[in-house]
């Protein structure tokens, strides 16, 4: 058993309204600045609709992620490195600025300058990567803007999956929101693509970020990611993707989309698991096998067996602790209500989803009967099949058995803790009819519904002693190993360019304190704090260095060390 941690997230789709707060919070935080107009590290669906590039999900089109050959090997769906090394100087299977969109602003000028006249002036869109005139007609959130109705779903690639009769009453049925970052897998794809060997995944917490003095811009990447999560900075002429907030997770703050969530909707929590049998679980003859196989990979940390080899893995025991309260654990491997996000993929994703509740309720509740009793919803999740297919198309490779075991999960909580709060006598058979128990189906609820921020976000410190290995030491892929299909370690394409600066731990001291103080903790000995995510690289950013002091006329010189030197 090679005992690795993983920091991963779940998110409660039954509580998104689809804001897009944390996409904009995310997008001022790390993609406000040229070259990465038009990316979203975090952006929200909704479904059925089109997602963000358009038709990402279409692997066909994409080949994206992983696939088993005829021997039942896994290699990469785009091709391993003799395709990778004809292709290298022209990658045919990448999506167009039109699949993601053009950016755009406002001639915001023509409304402030125009002369007084009879007609209001226009303020016409332009685009930011030409400055020209620009027709808007796609954008990041356009699905959402036409409500997930027949104009976009019939471009939606999962609702083809589904029978033509879905496809028919499918508008009547639901529509719901998915947020969505990078899945920082266990597998990742992308790494394995990377000629260059630029993508890597942290050793310590298995977040995969991208080496940017190690890219060469291949955007191999871009085409092996099957979530379309990597994107290529066309000022750097280098591959970006979401980092997890590393800078806020070390120091045991969650990602800015997390604490910005109106909805409370996002989990955070260190997962354990045997390294040893990624391969194995990414290699399942059968696509509906990989939700159970992935759930297989993860370890009770519980476990004293468990707890003796992450010990000996030279975990930190404060990390095995936070395992332990781990809400993502929890909600995957305890209740099992948690899925993967297009397990088929093969990548095995660490960002998990709970499905949403809400569109068999309000089916029931159509209907004239009560919603919240068990028995009238445990049918209705019984029948409405349209939505649970659905869902199964994008949570389990199509198997609705699972997703019917989490909607019945679902809905006896919300029976049986209304008969709590209504002051009767709860009744026991609700939770043992989902296999529960009663004291199970109340912490679930505690922590679906009322969970506090330390219970929704449960992240151990790094330690001062790990700093240098956060940024110098990484695994570049599960299976980047000799044979393997990865397209890690020694290779032709200059790989060995240098490293990444180590990151000093006590670096991000001050954001912790800032961000968790209650008075500001703005620096004393200057005005205002110097924002480099704004900065163009042109000139000296105001605040960048100490005002210079007034030059008096007379007193004490100065020498050239800075130091006063003798009067005359």
Known sequence: MRLMA??????????CIGCHTCSVT???????????????????????GQGYPRRYEDQDTWRGGWELNRRG???????????????????????????????????????????????????RPKSLISGKDLKISWSANWDDDLGGSAATSEQD?????????????????????????????????????????????RTEDGIVLVDQDRCRGWRMCVTGCPYKKVYFNHRTGKAEKCTFCFPRV?????????????????????????????????????DKDLYEAQRQVFLDPADPEVVRAAEQAGIPRDWIEAAQRSPVHTLINTY????????????????????????????????????????????????????????????????????????????????????????????????????????????MYRLLALAKYDERYVIPSAHAEQAHQLEETATECSLDYEGGPGMGGSGPFGETSGGAAPIAVENYRALRDRQSSDTPAAPTDRATRVNLLNWDGKGSPPGLFPDRPPDTGGGAETDTAGEAGPTS
């Not at 995310?26 to 059925?48: D, H, L, S």
């Not at 049986?416 to 989902?434: Q, S, T």
């Open 6 to 15: 993983q920091m991963a997230m779940v998110m409660n789709l039954d509580k």
């Open 26 to 48: 995310c997008k001022q935080a790390w993609t406000n600045r040229t070259g990465v107009e038009y990316v979203w590290f975090n952006n929200v669906e909704t479904r059925p």
């Open 73 to 123: 090997r896994l290699g990469l769906k785009a091709g391993g490195r003799f395709r990778k090394l004809i292709q290298i100087f022209s990658n045919p299977v990448l999506p167009s600025l039109d699949d993601y969109y053009e950016p755009w602003t406002y001639d915001y000028e023509t409304l402030t300058n125009a002369p007084l006249q009879e007609h209001t002036p226009v303020a």
């Open 157 to 201: 690639v999962v609702l083809n999956e589904v029978s033509r009769k879905i496809k028919l009453e499918f508008e009547q049925t639901f529509m719901f929101y998915l947020p969505r970052i990078c899945e920082h897998c266990l597998n990742p794809s992308c790494a394995a693509s990377c000629p260059s060997g630029a993508i890597y995944k």
């Open 250 to 286: 070390e120091v045991g703050l969650p990602t800015v989309c997390s604490e910005t969530c109106v909805g409370r909707l996002r989990y955070i929590g260190l997962v354990l698991y045997d390294a040893d049998k990624v391969l194995e679980a990414a290699s399942a003859p059968d």
């Open 336 to 443: 099992q209500v948690a899925l993967p996000l297009h397990p088929e993929y093969r990548t095995l994703p660490m960002v998990w989803y709970i499905p949403p509740l809400s569109p068999v309720v309000d089916a029931v509740r159509d209907t004239g009967h009560d919603a919240e009793d068990h028995t009238n919803l445990f049918a209705a999740v019984d029948t409405l099949r349209i939505p649970v297919d659905y869902l199964a198309q994008l949570f389990t490779a199509g198997d609705p058995g699972p997703v019917d075991a989490v909607l019945r999960r679902l809905a006896a909580m919300r029976s049986y803790m209304r008969d709590i709060n209504l002051g009767r006598e709860p009744d026991a058979a609700i939770p043992e009819a989902v296999g529960m128990s009663e004291e199970q189906m109340y912490d």
